[in-house]
C-alpha cells in the first residue's frame, strides 16, 4: 500500500513539474507570457472550494503561481513540499 502511495504522489509531483517545463518553454520561445498564468493560477486560489484549501491542491497552486513569477526559491523547500513531508510522517 506504501508503495502505490509514493508512486501515486510521485505521478502527482511529476505532473505539476511538467506544467512548469511546458510553461516555461513556451515562454522561452516566444509563445506565451508566463505571468498570465501567474493570474490564472492566482485566480484559481481566489476561487478555490473551502474543502481544498490548506491542502495539496493549494499548496501546489501557489507554488505554479509563485514559479510563474520567478519568485525566488532560496533554497528552502516548497510549501507543497513541506505539506508532503508532514503528511507522510
Known amino acids: 500500500?506504501?508503495?502505490?502511495?509514493?508512486?501515486?504522489?510521485?505521478?502527482?509531483?511529476g505532473l505539476a513539474a511538467a506544467n512548469i517545463?511546458?510553461?516555461e518553454t513556451l515562454h522561452e520561445q516566444g509563445v506565451v507570457d508566463k505571468r498570465h498564468f501567474a493570474?490564472?493560477?492566482a485566480r484559481a486560489l481566489d476561487t478555490l472550494a473551502p474543502e481544498h484549501r490548506g491542502g495539496m491542491v493549494e499548496?501546489?497552486?501557489q507554488n505554479l503561481r509563485d514559479r510563474c513569477m520567478?519568485?525566488?526559491a532560496g533554497g528552502a523547500p516548497s510549501d507543497a513540499q513541506a505539506w508532503l513531508r508532514s503528511f507522510i510522517r
Not at 500500500?1 to 509531483?13: G, K, N, P, V, Y
Open 39 to 41: 493570474h490564472a493560477f
Open 59 to 61: 499548496l501546489t497552486l
Open 21 to 23: 517545463v511546458m510553461i
Open 1 to 13: 500500500m506504501q508503495s502505490e502511495f509514493e508512486s501515486l504522489l510521485e505521478t502527482i509531483a
Open 70 to 72: 520567478n519568485l525566488p
